[in-house]
């Protein structure tokens, strides 16, 4: 039942309207944004192509693109990562948009209801996840349509099924000097949820309801597309680039909310709304809901491939061809070849120049016409860049006799894999229309050999000894009682590395300040090793890691790690793997076993009782489109035993977004809250944020529910990451980098 | 009255804060993130309080007593002015001679015959491009197809090709640093002609046009003064020829 809006709504719509078109036509409030501007003068940059997208369409309070509290059928740009923040009559919904494909998105919500007094909590807290695939795009008179699974996955209090479509049509500009608008006309048929008001028809009788303070966390499919259904729509309309104003029927009764309890009135199916584009990648909106509510929602959405700031590295040295500086018999001669003195000396050279392009030389070998050179970079993300400058600093620097340049970046002591390349292809490529393809034509990828014999080591690099004195912050979520707690203090991190292939490191952590000691205790059937956290937080001065690790290469393709000592805040212990990964191989396999001890929690050098043997066997592949899938089967810290599947979208720029769940032999009940292990992950790259060169990043791993089952021990230096970045398909999807 | 909880934790706070502008590194390991971004905070917050200088401008002067050549690029995007060095003459299987020209900042500029073909040290890097070069002649020797390779986010090359029509716009008198040269106005109007690799089909239906000027020398040899587009992050660039 639909009552007519209310005076003051009126008088609100009113002025909103008035306000938006005087704001319209004279300010605009923020930075600028990309907008398509008509009849550009020819020879303006507004003429000439941009990379830059239009914003992205607008959220609606589930996160996903969308009305008001209803969905729309639009996908955000491909690789879109989308927070935003809802609220509305007491019920506040934090939510996260990752659009993994063209047609596909997925979607993590954590909400509070408050006032809700059901299930034990005054607020109620829960958490769901979405996800939504295109059906088919929008055609000429065809609309968009896709289906919606909200909530599918959680304890099931926003659970809704829906199809929905979306129609766009220009609308007449309002003045001269912006462009046309655009109006988008939407309607969908929503089951669960979106079929609780106003319903129509009845799939299959009565929906199996969810059942609140259940562990949850299994899909819900015996409810998808079950019980009553109901249409809901609505309509955007932007006059121009900056403002929209929204307006929809809602097909959610808030049973739950309105009924069951008293969170608010629903006195109407209609909402309104009027949002603003304050930059590229944020958009606020204010909302009149349900004839009773104000409410707001905040949008802020970022592009892997649009970085905050371009990445700008300073040139390198340009290429000088042979033909302008060996110009007689005696520059071309094999002779220095034979003297040792001379080939120190070009190790030298290599070494200091290397040193200008921020990288290290650990060997060089030096034959007649051939020589390789050992490096290790810590400061570019992508090895394809580093290659390249290294290749500019052997043909700049190397006698003209060298022809083969072989490339090998290391890690930890050991050979990554080895780029061949001839040096007059080098000379000859680089202002080539096609540069970076041509090249990679003519280059080959292989296994990192045996250093040879004949190889010079720098001098002066072993022993060296690194450190890093910086503040760190440790964040805590979902805490029922305190959703967001947060410590911070400072990192004293420091290592030795004795020889190569060996490394002593330690990180001590000073915590200043912070509130996540005041957590909840744990309550487990299984042994706590993960849910003690709060315990493990109420000390000042800790001992993060200490530990020594070895790294070597078994043979062709064969790589290892061993690890002994402190590895996390909760556990210790012995810890090896062997990781086997071809160069050109999109598979990786690997074994590793850790005997832990559990560490006593005030993090110094002591332990509990609890020791435990865990281990996996795991396989890593490349697929398409960046994806990297990886199965791990084993058994787990806590004693259980099961497999873990993770897949993560590796952004060649060092992005990378990914979810993972973990399904072991322990049962529902023992579990707790969630029924198993499971979460997403997200890094951000420095890089991508500073716009100079870096192999940092910063990210979060979420979990709905942290509890014992599934877990893994966290040992540092794992092999697979480092290794994939410098193997075949990383360095081909990093081609453009390599003459920058 | 403040709470002395609250107090301590603004001392806290203050604490961290200044570990954030303290955080410091040192070794073969590298700087972590956190030192790496209290660096660029440090960095940001000496930016914004140097006092603002006026770019020093050539004088025909200065430039003799440089000797090599020079020239002067002003960044339309980002008004900025800035002078390059002459590092490299060298030529390849490709029609025309290239010249790189490198400023102490890092900015690198190749040009085939007076054009554009590579940035270095940019945002938004074009990586090759391939221009109409004929022979020696300076500027752009025909019209025809054009392309750029340009370095976009996720560090993938996209290739924009353009459809160019080559117009001579009559003789034009140029003064660059106190001396005067006779040159023709070359102009070069390229349209978009297929954009590939786009991955959100966002630039599909609309048709764009980039000018490229060149100003050559009426005697042939050289390109006194362009204004060339880099690509959609560099945008376009005006180049002043100022060798002696």
Redesign the interface.
């Known amino acids: 039942m639909t009552r007519s809006i209310s005076l003051s709504f009126r008088t609100l719509l009113g002025s909103a309207a008035v306000l938006m078109f005087a704001a319209s036509a004279t300010l605009a409030w923020g930075p600028e944004i990309t907008q398509r501007v008509e009849n550009p003068q020819p020879g303006s940059p507004e003429a000439a192509p941009r990379f830059k997208p239009l914003p992205p369409p607008s959220l609606n309070f589930y996160g996903s693109a969308g009305l008001i509290d209803m969905p729309s059928s639009e996908m955000l740009p491909d690789g879109q990562y989308a927070t935003s923040y809802s609220w509305f009559g007491g019920q506040s919904r934090y939510n996260v948009t990752f659009q993994a494909l063209p047609w596909l998105s997925a979607s993590f919500r954590y909400n509070g209801i408050r006032n809700l007094n059901l299930y034990g909590y005054s607020t109620y807290y829960d958490r769901g996840f979405d996800v939504r695939a295109r059906l088919w795009r929008e055609g000429k008179y065809r609309p968009e349509v896709t289906m919606g699974l909200q909530d599918f996955a959680g304890t099931g209090v926003y659970a809704a099924e829906y199809f929905v479509a979306t129609k766009r049509f220009q609308t007449p500009a309002l003045s001269h000097h912006s462009g046309p608008g655009q109006l988008k006309v939407t309607l969908g048929l929503g089951w669960g949820r979106l079929g609780s008001s106003g319903a129509i028809g009845n799939i299959g009788g009565q929906r199996p309801s969810f059942v609140g303070g259940s562990t949850g966390g299994n899909l819900s499919y015996d409810q998808w597309f079950r019980g009553d259904f109901a249409p809901f729509g609505g309509i955007e309309w932007q006059p121009n680039e900056r403002w929209s104003l929204k307006a929809e029927y809602s097909s959610d009764a808030y049973v739950t909310e309105t009924q069951d309890s008293n969170v608010f009135e629903r006195r109407s199916s209609l909402n309104f709304g009027a949002e603003y584009q304050y930059s590229d990648r944020t958009r606020f909106g204010a909302y009149y809901l349900y004839g009773s509510e104000f409410g707001f929602n905040v949008q802020f959405q970022l592009n892997p491939s649009q970085p905050m700031t371009p990445l700008a590295i300073p040139a390198g040295p340009p290429v000088v061809p042979r033909s302008q500086w060996a110009k007689t018999e005696a520059h071309w001669g094999q002779g220095w070849s034979q003297s040792q003195p001379q080939k120190i000396q070009l190790r030298d050279q290599v070494a200091e120049a290397l040193k200008r392009e921020g990288l290290i030389l650990e060997a060089i070998d030096l034959q007649g016409t051939r020589a390789e050179v050992r490096y290790r970079n810590s400061r570019y993300r992508s090895t394809a860049q580093a290659s390249g400058r290294v290749a500019r600093v052997m043909a700049n620097t190397l006698p003209a006799s060298v022809e083969t340049f072989h490339i090998t970046p290391l890690s930890r002591g050991v050979g990554l894999s080895t780029l061949k390349l001839r040096r007059s292809d080098l000379e000859a490529l680089e202002f080539d229309p096609e540069a970076a393809d041509a090249l990679l034509a003519v280059a080959a990828v292989g296994d990192a050999s045996e250093m040879p014999a004949t190889a010079l080591h720098s001098a002066e690099l072993y022993p060296a000894f690194s450190y890093n004195f910086a503040p760190y912050t440790a964040p805590s979520y979902f805490d029922p009682d305190r959703p967001f707690r947060i410590d911070f203090g400072v990192d004293l991190k420091a290592s030795y590395a004795p020889a190569p292939g060996w490394i002593i490191a330690g990180t001590l952590r000073q915590r200043l300040a912070g509130n996540v000691a005041g957590g909840r205790a744990s309550a487990s059937a299984l042994p706590p090793v993960r849910t003690d956290a709060s315990r493990y937080a109420q000390y000042g001065t800790t001992l993060q890691n200490l530990y020594v690790a070895h790294n070597w290469k078994q043979g062709r393709n064969l790589y290892g790690r061993a690890t002994a000592g402190i590895f996390e805040t909760m556990f210790g212990g012995v810890s090896a793997e062997m990781l086997w990964k071809p160069v050109n191989s999109r598979l990786a396999l690997g074994v590793e076993g850790n005997y832990v001890i559990q560490r006593d929690y005030d993090q110094r050098f002591s332990f509990l009782d609890y020791k435990t043997f865990t281990g996996h066997a795991s396989a890593y592949y490349e697929l398409n489109n960046n994806y990297i899938l990886q199965l791990d089967a084993g058994r787990y810290l806590a004693g259980d035993y099961g497999a873990t599947m993770s897949l993560d979208r590796v952004f060649n720029n060092g992005w990378s977004v990914g979810a993972f769940f973990t399904r072991t032999n322990v049962s529902a009940e023992d579990f707790g809250e969630g029924s198993f292990d499971k979460g997403f992950r997200f890094s951000i790259p420095l890089d991508w944020v500073l716009g100079k060169p870096s192999q940092n990043s910063f990210g979060l791993t979420v979990r709905p529910t942290q509890r014992d089952g599934g877990q893994r021990v966290h040992v540092p230096g794992r092999l697979y990451g480092g290794i994939r970045a410098s193997h075949r398909d990383s360095l081909r999807d990093q081609r453009a980098r390599f003459w920058e | 009255m403040i709470h002395p909880l609250r107090l301590?934790?603004g001392a806290?706070?203050l604490?961290?804060l200044t570990?954030?502008l303290?955080?410091?590194?040192?070794?073969?390991?590298?700087?972590?993130?956190?030192?790496?971004?209290?660096q660029?905070i440090r960095e940001a917050i000496q930016e914004r309080r140097a006092p603002k200088t006026d770019p020093v401008r050539a004088t025909r002067a200065m430039l003799l007593e440089l000797g090599n050549p020079h020239i002067e690029i002003v960044v339309?995007?980002l008004d900025f002015l800035g002078y390059l060095a002459l590092?490299?003459t060298?030529s390849?299987?490709?029609p025309g001679t290239?010249t790189?020209w490198?400023g102490g900042?890092?900015?690198?500029l190749?040009l085939?015959n007076g054009m554009l073909?590579?940035s270095?040290?940019?945002?938004?890097?074009l990586?090759?491009?391939?221009?109409p070069a004929r022979g020696q002649q300076p500027g752009p020797g025909r019209g025809g197809q054009r392309?750029y390779?340009?370095?976009?986010?996720?560090?993938?090359?996209?290739r924009?090709t353009f459809a160019c029509s080559l117009q001579d716009l009559g003789p034009a008198r140029l003064e660059i640093v106190e001396r005067s040269y006779n040159t023709r106005h070359l102009q070069e109007?390229c349209e978009?002609g297929s954009?590939q690799n786009d991955?959100?089909g966002?630039?599909q239906g609309?048709t764009?046009?980039?000018?490229n000027d060149y100003w050559v020398d009426s005697r042939g040899g050289e390109v006194w003064q362009s204004r060339q587009?880099a690509g959609?992050?560099i945008?376009?660039l005006r180049i002043r020829n100022l060798t002696n």
């Open positions: 301590r934790f806290a706070l604490v961290a570990g954030l303290s955080a410091c590194s040192k070794g073969p390991d590298g700087p972590t993130t956190q030192v790496q971004l209290s660029a339309e995007n590092v490299l060298r390849d299987d490709q290239i790189q490198n900042d890092g900015t690198a190749i085939r073909i590579a270095r040290g940019l945002g938004g890097n990586l090759s491009a391939d221009v392309s390779q340009i370095r976009s986010g996720d560090n993938i090359a996209q924009l109007y978009t954009l991955p959100q966002r630039i609309e764009h046009v980039i000018i587009w959609p992050e945008g376009y």
